[in-house]
């Protein structure tokens, strides 16, 4: 039998981050994964979000990441067209990544972060992710092996995994397992979660291809094209800035299904070419976007994560990176239960904090996809035709493609807004977080809030100087700290005291986390240090059973 602390099923970019976040704190991990290794994914997600880039930075990724996917010069741009060939109607701005961290014009820059986004597909990002896994002590990955069923005792769960390639079943003993295995995930089905939501939100016909003579049909290439005309409506992503391409052909009306629509002629008039342009399909894939939350992401020892919690249309590139915020959430939860400094208690905060804001996102997710589908839906008959009776529809369309999708494809909101609002490890002072936007967000030291991003005198932004556990931000250096620090270090809780020379505008002292959220703050430490201490370790004479 083997053995190991935290159990995680599925490799993808969610349980691979998961399984890092805890293998740095000390925790050993073992993942279990259908694929063979090197094995590519689907082509699926293209974007990695400013907040998913900052849990990269700390886990020794950002520059790695930021190597991979396009070509460094390749526009990031999102590009409206009657067709993917034809007149373009508006631009969206985006940086290339040589140009990422340097770029000030354009909606997509001057971010709050040391981590701006970064556009990269599965494909390339994914192979990263697995490399740097496989390099750090206390992490396994057994490829081609397939998660069948758990059971929970006292001290831990027993999962039976079988070999794909021999037949072999293995069982492994771990304190915790979490599933991070996607739609159809059996980790979620073993727990008796139910997902909930709408079902059916749009039907998309997706297609990869290799298309070597697209690129140059194309006056202006851009990370994005998007399709608008009243024949076929599409989406074409730039894979490898070269030859590359995922085509997502969005069936808008209603009467329209997999089997009535024509794939091949489809594609040609989302790229606006002709029966004579060659390509190659390499892929295919019918999908269905849906807007599904889990019922529970927690029974007793076990935990879901990403896909096998929450199903959303991938706007503003929020499926895969809301379940990377699950997994960074849960790791440092179990890494302090684990390492004995918090009580079990402190796990409840998982859900309390992640289900809350995921129905939230999930539904600002859903509100963008119907204004796009009507949008799609809409498109004026005269949009192609030529003279300034044509240029005045391109002009209305377009402006309205720009204003309405700046918001997810330049979404501080839904990266830095998000506020955790009834955690029970949260001290919370009565103040009201501020509200957000998927475009716009208020930055706040409330308690719940995403510490506000900052630069420290030497340089570093504040978010390097975070430690594994809690951090005290002091701006007023007179401010008396040591009885917190004796209360911390008596409960043996990673602690680091940090002063900071850009004073808060409200309050002499921030305690914030190690995943940034804000947990306390004051003008001086509180009379009973230990008291505050009990709370932020989900102490309770009754602790959840989970």
């Not at 992710?129 to 001290?155: K, V």
């Not at 194309?218 to 994005?224: N, R």
């Not at 250096?477 to 900071?500: C, K, Q, W, Y």
């Not at 505008?505 to 009379?527: E, F, M, N, S």
Request: hydrophobic share 40%; aromatic share 8%; charged share 20%.
């Amino acid at each position: 039998m083997v053995k190991t602390r935290v159990l995680v099923v599925g490799a993808g970019p969610v349980g691979l981050t998961l399984a890092m976040d805890l293998a740095t704190r000390g925790i050993s991990v073992t993942i279990v994964e259908t694929r063979a290794a090197g094995e590519p994914p689907s082509v699926k997600c293209n974007h990695v979000s400013s907040r998913s880039m900052e849990i990269f930075r700390r886990l020794g990724l950002a520059q790695k990441l930021r190597d991979a996917g396009l070509p460094a010069d390749y526009p990031n741009d999102c590009s409206y067209r009657t067709t993917a060939t034809g007149i373009e109607l508006s631009r969206i701005l985006i940086p290339c990544r040589r140009d990422r961290y340097t770029a000030t014009n354009g909606p997509d820059t001057d971010w709050p972060t040391a981590e701006p986004p970064h556009r990269i597909n599965q494909i390339y990002m994914e192979p990263v992710l697995f490399a740097h896994a496989a390099s750090i002590d206390g992490l396994q990955i057994l490829n081609r092996t397939a998660f069948e069923d758990f059971s929970e005792g006292n001290d831990g769960v027993v999962a039976t995994v079988r070999n794909l390639d021999t037949g072999t079943a293995l069982q492994i003993h771990a304190d915790f397992i979490v599933g991070c295995d996607g739609a159809r995930s059996l980790v979620r089905k073993a727990i008796d979660a139910n997902l909930q939501g709408t079902p059916i939100i749009q039907r998309v016909q997706s297609t990869y291809i290799h298309a070597p003579g697209l690129l140059a049909l194309m006056d202006h290439p851009a990370w994005m094209t998007l399709s608008l005309n009243p024949r076929r409506c599409g989406t074409v992503v730039a894979i490898d800035g070269r030859e590359k391409w995922l085509i997502h052909n969005h069936l808008n009306r209603e009467d329209e299904t997999f089997e009535s629509v024509d794939r091949d002629a489809s594609i040609r008039a989302i790229l606006g070419v002709g029966p004579d342009f060659e390509y190659e399909v390499l892929s295919k894939e019918d999908w269905v976007g849906r807007r599904l939350v889990a019922d529970r992401f927690r029974k007793g020892r076990a935990f879901i994560c990403g896909d096998a919690a929450h199903l959303w249309m991938p706007y503003a590139g929020y499926g895969m990176n809301a379940g990377i915020a699950d997994a960074t959430n849960l790791a440092w939860l179990l890494a302090a239960y684990l390492q004995g400094w918090a009580d079990i208690a402190i796990l409840d905060a998982y859900e309390a904090e992640r289900l809350p804001i995921t129905e939230q996102v999930s539904r600002f997710a859903m509100e963008m996809a119907g204004k796009v589908l009507s949008q799609r839906r809409t498109v004026p008959d005269e949009i192609e035709q030529p003279g300034p009776e044509g240029d005045a529809v391109r002009k209305q369309v377009g402006q309205a493609a720009y204003d309405l999708n700046v918001q997810q494809y330049c979404c501080a909101g839904l990266n830095f807004g998000y506020f955790y609002d009834r955690s029970p490890i949260i001290a919370y002072d009565g103040a009201e977080q501020p509200g957000f936007t998927m475009a716009d967000f208020t930055p706040s030291s409330t308690p719940g809030c995403r510490l506000p991003f900052a630069k420290l005198s030497d340089g570093r932004p504040i978010y390097d100087a975070l430690g594994p556990g809690y951090t005290l931000l002091r701006y007023d250096p007179d401010v008396a700290v040591a009885p917190l620090a004796e209360a911390m270090r008596v409960n043996g809780v990673p602690f680091t005291i940090v002063d900071a020379s850009a004073p808060d505008p409200d309050h002499k002292l921030i305690l914030a986390r190690t995943d940034q959220h804000v947990a306390w703050r004051g003008d001086a430490i509180p009379d009973n240090p230990a008291h505050l201490v009990d709370k932020l370790l989900g102490r309770s004479s009754n602790p959840s059973p989970g």
